[in-house]
T-cell receptor
Framework: NAGVTQTPKFQVLKTGQSMTLQCAQD?????MSWYRQDPGMGLRLIHY???????DQGEVPNGYNVSRSTTEDFPLRLLSAAPSQTSVYFC???????????FGPGTRLTVL | RKEVEQDPGPFNVPEGATVAFNCTYS??????FFWYRQDCRKEPKLLMS???SGNEDGRFTAQLNRASQYISLLIRDSKLSDSATYLC?????????????FGGGTRLMVKP
């Protein structure tokens, strides 16, 4: 099992550009989520999904979109990148929202 | 008040020392508690769940105090390899659903 995979590992964007962070899991988990991690702020939930076709907002959803067309994939789209979105992004999956979360290796994003 | 609070540290201890971290949470209805470990520039990984009666895994002991709303992690006989950031994680059941909330982490540095 590959577990949770994320691509790319690193990305530099200019303000206003859009891009999609990819996330996939092969553990047949229903629950998937996206977090951002900033110094001194801990992990903050951006969006989550309890199953294919269902998504919902977390704590800091503004500027991000998600979709969940399959159980395996949960991409995160930045609509118009801003310097405030410079962060490390982690995707996670689990059997349920209150169960152990398995994290991907992260994407380090810099917005200039 | 943050929903999950931790002393950010760093805790600098010599090899072989015993060190303890505390974490407080705000929602008295929380039911699931975890300690995660995060190495520098890596993803968080589950260290151990925390059970009501307390639990031990080798050199690591986790305790839950529901009355005072805190959980603790005790590390005995610290090793250099224990150097990492330890994240306290609590489930919060609110209007947004039942999901995990992460503390900001406590950094541990074990010195030779």
């Amino acid at each position: 099992n590959a577990g949770v995979t994320q691509t790319p590992k690193f990305q530099v964007l200019k303000t206003g550009q859009s891009m999609t962070l990819q996330c996939a899991q092969d553990m047949n988990h229903e629950y998937m989520s996206w977090y951002r991690q900033d110094p001194g702020m801990g992990l903050r939930l951006i969006h989550y999904s309890v199953g294919a076709g269902i998504t919902d907002q977390g704590e800091v959803p503004n500027g991000y979109n998600v979709s969940r067309s399959t159980t395996e994939d949960f991409p995160l789209r930045l609509l118009s990148a801003a310097p405030s979105q410079t962060s490390v992004y982690f995707c996670a999956s689990s059997y349920g929202s209150a169960n152990e979360q398995f994290f991907g290796p992260g994407t380090r994003l810099t917005v200039l | 008040r943050k929903e999950v609070e931790q002393d950010p540290g760093p805790f600098n201890v010599p090899e072989g020392a015993t060190v303890a971290f505390n974490c407080t949470y705000s929602n008295s209805a929380s039911q699931s508690f975890f300690w995660y470990r995060q190495d520098c520039r890596k993803e968080p990984k589950l260290l151990m769940s925390v059970y009501s009666s307390g639990n031990e895994d080798g050199r690591f002991t986790a305790q839950l105090n529901r009355a005072s709303q805190y959980i603790s992690l005790l590390i005995r006989d610290s090793k250099l390899s224990d150097s990492a950031t330890y994240l306290c994680v609590v489930n919060l059941n609110n209007n947004a659903g039942n999901m995990l909330t992460f503390g900001g982490g406590t950094r541990l540095m074990v010195k030779p």
